[in-house]
């Protein structure tokens, strides 16, 4: 009997195309980059909070806190402004106008039956505790409103500037020595600002204005902007015509003339 070879059966191909595909498949997933976390964000809490802290501070002075803490205080609240990004600037600005905002209260003599009848639910030891925040609150008196205002013209940008002019149209809406105080105050700030929008503004408020008392509060504070043209980011044309209207300001007022 004669032996035959044993055949050269193939092996099955689909078996093994299935390994190789499997083995690239996990050739692939060793391979494949990994994905690049997310950039992380600023992280602007920690400085909201020092801000926060700065602003407690110098409303709580001069009772419970003192001179040096609270212009500490002033000079954080400003450096952080003026060196931080957008979303810090506009936090600190809703801040300052919330203690700014203070102002409409000035009329209303702060007491335990006034409290009592805005919040009728609050402990009376609750109603006591907002009696002398009112009374001992430095933004609650107009010296501490100044002061914060004094801060608004140290912060850099035409934003600190609008919240001024808020502030000052706000207070014009009715007379009384209180006010004439805080908006003298607010133009001495106008004059003292580095923004273009502050200018602006004192340049409208002189030509429609019609209190002499005002005129001459504004007057100061243009004054103020003489030497500060030149240094605007604007173009020469607008650097003279600014210089132009400030120059009639002055001599109308000088010579007892008033816009209007």
């Not at 008196?141 to 002061?147: A, C």
């Not at 004094?150 to 706000?170: E, M, N, P, V």
């Not at 001459?216 to 020469?236: F, G, T, Y």
């Amino acid at each position: 009997m004669i032996l035959l070879p044993e055949p050269n059966i193939p092996k099955d191909t689909k078996t093994s195309d299935k390994k190789t595909d499997q083995s690239t498949k996990s050739t692939e997933q060793v391979v494949k980059p990994t994905e690049q976390p997310a950039e992380k964000k600023d992280d602007i809490t920690p400085i909201l909070k020092e801000v926060e802290a700065a602003i407690v501070v110098i409303k709580v002075y001069p009772v419970a806190s003192k001179e040096d803490a609270k212009n500490e205080a002033v000079e954080k609240i400003v450096k952080t402004f003026n060196s931080g990004n957008d979303t810090v600037k506009q936090l600190i600005l809703y801040m300052m106008h919330e203690n700014l905002a203070q102002t409409i209260e000035m009329k209303i003599m702060h007491t335990f039956d006034y409290f009592k009848a805005k919040n009728p639910a609050q402990e009376p030891a609750q109603l006591r505790m907002n009696v002398y925040r009112a009374m001992f609150n430095y933004n609650t008196s107009i010296e501490g409103i100044v002061e914060l205002i004094k801060i608004l013209a140290r912060l850099r940008g035409d934003d600190s500037a609008k919240l001024l002019t808020y502030h000052f149209t706000h207070l014009c809406t009715y007379e009384s020595e209180a006010n004439h105080m805080m908006r003298s105050a607010i133009l001495e700030a106008l004059g003292t600002s580095e923004s273009l929008y502050a200018l602006r503004a004192l340049i409208d408020y002189a030509k429609y204005g019609d209190s002499e008392r005002m005129l001459n509060r504004i007057v100061r504070a243009l004054a103020k902007w003489n030497d500060k043209v030149d240094l605007l980011k604007i173009s020469e044309k607008e650097k003279t015509e600014l210089k132009k209207e400030l120059q009639e300001i002055m001599t109308n007022d000088l010579g007892g003339a008033h816009y209007g």
